[in-house]
């Protein structure tokens, strides 16, 4: 069976990953954010290691298949080498929990004087882990 790939100009994303959170997400690999690669990650192919057309916008693959991803890599170390991790909004949320990030810093992306477009509270979300690790913390 031939896949179908995702339509940009009828499918609605499940996660609106953007350039914003592809670079904020590579920020954060580099400044030490550790992740084990399992299903139920979004990541980034950056470098373009995987053949296989990608099901979403911008290289963006979600892991639904460890095993299918091993034999890509060859180990889920090299996974977690070659691939930077997109965490959802709410494995984003689980991390600034255990970074002990403040509650009101996240609750401040949500009560603006606009409402923030859709990705935008994700962003600001990772630009708090990044501050986190920047400053050691986390």
């Not at 904020?24 to 992740?35: C, E, F, H, Q």
Request: aromatic share 14%; proline share 9%.
């Amino acid at each position: 069976m031939k896949p179908i790939p995702f339509d940009a100009e009828n499918d609605l994303l499940p996660i609106p990953f953007h350039e914003d959170h592809l670079h904020l997400a590579r920020k954060m690999k580099k400044s030490g954010l550790r992740w084990k690669p399992h299903v139920g990650c979004f990541v980034w192919d950056p470098e373009r290691f995987i053949e296989a057309e990608s099901p979403f916008p911008l290289r963006v693959y979600f892991i639904l298949s460890m095993p299918r991803f091993i034999r890509i890599f060859g180990s889920p170390e090299k996974v977690t080498e070659k691939l930077v991790w997109l965490p959802t909004w709410h494995q984003a949320r689980l991390i600034a929990s255990n970074f002990e990030v403040d509650h009101t810093r996240i609750a401040g992306l949500f009560f603006t004087q606009s409402f923030p477009a859709p990705g935008d509270e994700l962003s600001g979300i990772y630009r708090l882990i990044l501050d986190k690790l920047r400053s050691g913390s986390g």
